[in-house]
């Protein structure tokens, strides 16, 4: 086949290879609309994050459920992922509490599975438009123990925050010998590199009490309020 004929039929696909991706975009455009709609009555809420391969009967589990019931209590709406293990935790403690247990699930190959403990559950395809959910509706998030996919929300989060692209919250990682390592590694390496500065640091609390937890998001907003920022 000559060169002229392969770029042929590379254009000849041009045009539906556009066509699906033009279609697309309103996919994505109405994961935003939709879950915007459901969503705007949850606030203040708390998104929390963490593994979802943590067994019900593992002590993680349990603090979770333990965090996410006080906050529910204390009329914070509980955002998870809506899927299994730390996320479930979260789901269920909210929902036996008094404020909405929120679950945004995602279509995955494997792993992600809906838990049975929310009030409001939304899927979505796209794990971009899932992350501004999280964002959009959160007034502080607590992060438990977890794997690739709760480190990469957590960075986010001190991205987002830390460039002004969100307003400041408290960002809450729960279980200090859990997060030893990492905390260690941004003083020891990325501070003294130069790559973030000292007081990014103050972005983070370590707690590893529930009660702590929510004590320490509502002496936040004490001074700070819950409605968000003029930028």
């Known amino acids: 086949m000559s060169l002229q004929e392969k770029l042929g039929g590379i254009v000849s696909l041009e045009k539906p290879w556009s066509t699906r991706e033009s279609w697309r975009v ?6 935003f609309v939709e879950g915007t709609e ?7 809420a708390v998104s929390i994050f ?13 603090l979770t459920e333990a965090i996410a019931r006080q906050l529910s209590d204390a ?3 509980v955002i998870s992922g809506g899927g299994p293990g730390i996320m479930e935790a979260a789901n269920k403690g909210a929902y ?20 049975i403990y929310q009030d409001i559950s939304q899927t979505f395809r796209h794990f971009f438009a899932r992350k501004y959910m999280f964002v959009k509706f959160a007034t502080a998030y607590v992060v438990m123990p977890g794997g690739f996919g709760t480190l990469d929300e957590l960075m986010e989060a ?47 609390q370590i ?8 004590e320490a998001i509502f002496q936040y907003y004490e001074t700070s309020g819950f409605e968000p920022s003029p930028a």
């Open 96 to 115: 036996f509490g008094k404020s909405p247990s929120v679950g945004l699930n995602i279509q995955l190959p494997h792993e992600q599975h809906r838990n």
């Open 158 to 204: 001190l991205t987002l925050v830390q460039t002004g692209k969100t307003r400041k919250m408290p960002i809450i990682l729960v279980c200090s010998e859990f997060w030893s390592g990492l905390i260690d590694w941004f003083q020891k390496t990325l501070i003294q590199e130069g790559y973030i500065f000292p007081e990014d640091m103050h972005l983070i």
């Open 26 to 31: 309103f996919g994505i455009m109405s994961e």
């Open 50 to 62: 963490g593994s979802a391969r943590t067994d019900s009967s593992h002590p993680y589990y349990k």
């Open 38 to 44: 459901r969503l705007e009555h949850i606030q203040p």
């Open 75 to 77: 009329g914070f709406s």
């Open 207 to 214: 707690i590893d009490e529930p009660k702590q937890v929510v």
